[in-house]
């Protein structure tokens, strides 16, 4: 049974890091893509970063919004990925969701609609 379970959330004054984790389990990270998505109040659904491993390579993307603050990374023994996030803003705070999926690329990593399995999200709020 594949299953995912992020967390690492919290309460961070701008400017301070978190270090988000999902945990896979049921599959191993090869030949998958995990990506970190978020949703903010009142917002739709964004991709934050992705991962994919395929053919022996590895593939990472991030959205605009958190190149040089973000950083996604996976430990193969703990079958786990995290996600980095340094030098958080307001505008960070948001639900994160991890995903996987068999069929992403450079150029639709960030569709919601082609990932199969969801983790229940870890709050992150960035406030003063």
């Known amino acids: 049974q594949v299953q995912l379970v992020e967390s690492g959330g919290g309460l961070v004054q701008p400017g301070g890091s978190l270090r988000l984790s999902c945990s896979v389990s049921g599959f191993t990270l090869d030949g998958y893509a995990i990506s970190w998505f978020r949703r903010a109040p009142g917002k739709e659904r964004e991709g934050v970063s992705c991962?994919?491993?395929?053919?022996?390579?590895?593939?990472?993307w991030y959205a605009d919004s958190v190149k040089g603050r973000f950083t996604i990374s996976r430990d193969n023994v703990k079958n786990t990925v995290y996600l980095q996030m340094d030098t958080l803003k307001p505008e960070d705070t948001a639900v994160y969701y991890c995903?996987?999926?068999?069929?992403?690329?450079?150029?639709?990593?960030?569709?919601?609609?082609?990932?199969?399995?969801w983790g229940q999200g870890t709050q992150v709020t960035v406030s003063s």
């Open positions: 995903a996987a999926s068999r069929y992403v690329g450079r150029s639709s990593w960030f569709l919601s609609s082609l990932y199969d399995d």
């Open positions: 991962m994919d491993i395929s053919d022996g390579r590895t593939y990472i």
